[in-house]
Structures are given as C-alpha cells and as structure tokens.
C-alpha cells in the first residue's frame, strides 16, 4: 500500500516541478529580451 501511494505523490510532484521549472524559464525569457532592447 504505501509503496503505490508514494507512486502516487511522487509522479504529480515532479511532473509540477517540471513546470515550475518551465514556468520559470518562460517568465526569464521576456526579462532577457527586455534587457538586451
């Protein structure tokens, strides 16, 4: 039982570190292009 719920927790967190991540770099794109202009 606790090995499926660790399964469980672990795939959500990072699939949303994943995006985090991407978030991240989407909002550091802008600001680099803002700062090269």
Do not use: T
Request: proline residues 5%; contains cysteine; negative net charge.
């Amino acid at each position: 039982m606790s090995d499926e719920g660790d399964e469980l927790v672990s795939a959500p967190r990072s699939a949303r570190d994943k995006l985090c991540g991407e978030l991240a770099l989407a909002m550091d794109a802008p600001r680099g292009a803002l700062n090269a202009a």
